[in-house]
């Protein structure tokens, strides 16, 4: 269960990232705070259940020199595009492309706020 308190912070870090990145003009699309937090739940799930599958491939480390990060960009995208199709509320406009973008903006902006919350001593590392 110590693996409980941190999931349950990233899922509300990731919440919060969404709705921050659904307000820049990437075509991502979230109905309220609760289709957020539920986005949240899918994407710290399929990040947890999902990556560890698919890294070997997307995230190996001769594909990921070759492709120049392309294939992780890629894996990051697939995921959070799948996230999109399992919550109804969280929409990406422009498909491919709003995934791409919305990946790379989730990825800043969850840093960002972890990096807050790690400095407020809110949040550890591992």
């Known amino acids: 269960m110590t693996w409980l308190i941190p ?3 990233t899922v509300i870090i990731l919440a919060l990232s969404l709705l921050l990145i659904s307000k820049l003009p990437l075509g991502i699309e979230v109905d309220s705070l609760n289709i957020a ?18 890294e070997p491939v997307f995230g190996a480390t001769i594909i990921n020199i070759l492709t120049l990060g392309l294939a992780s960009i890629l894996l990051n995208a697939l995921i ?20 791409l973008l919305g990946a790379f903006a989730l990825s800043i902006v969850y840093s ?4 807050i919350l790690m400095r407020l001593g809110l949040m550890t590392v591992g």
Do not use: Q
């Not at 959070?80 to 995934?99: E, H, M, N, P, Y």
């Not at 960002?112 to 990096?115: D, I, Q, R």
């Open 80 to 99: 959070f595009g799948l996230a999109a199709k399992l919550v109804t509320g969280f929409r990406l406009r422009w498909g491919i492309l709003s995934a």
């Open 112 to 115: 960002v706020l972890s990096n």
């Open 7 to 9: 999931f349950l912070l």
């Open 37 to 54: 937090f539920l986005a949240g739940l899918v994407l710290g799930l399929l990040n947890a259940l999902i990556r560890p599958l698919l």
